[in-house]
């Protein structure tokens, strides 16, 4: 797992590397783009964290001059790297004690019933 500044920086990696497609996944307190890369005879997961709801379904990757921006539709221009975004519904790339951290762990409905009856019989 390795974690990269901004999503400016998780985009060269993309190009640099030739994978054009990026992941997104959006958990209930952040969105986490990352791109899988096999790296000798293991797995580099390069990821990005961001607070906001990302808008946009693809990166714009300018060759001439570096800067990266995000689209909402497919750009024809010779001048971009048209990197898709993909929405990721399941997944087994991210190790399970990673995402737990992005989760906010919601309390069964039998636990707030128990604690509401512990209330009631503490003020009786």
Known sequence: M???K?????????VAAQV???HRLNTDSKSIFYIPF???DS???YYCETEETFKGKYFLFNRFT???????SYVND???????????????FLPKDFME???IKKKSKKKKEERLEEVKVSVS
């Open 2 to 4: 390795v974690k990269v």
């Open 66 to 72: 570096g800067e990266v921006q995000v689209s909402e």
């Open 20 to 22: 054009l497609l990026v």
């Open 38 to 40: 096999p790296a000798y």
């Open 101 to 103: 951290k992005y989760y």
């Open 6 to 14: 901004s999503m400016t920086d998780l985009v060269n990696i993309a």
């Open 78 to 92: 010779s001048k971009f790297i048209v990197i898709p975004i993909v929405d990721v519904i399941e997944q087994e």
């Open 43 to 45: 797995l580099a997961i």
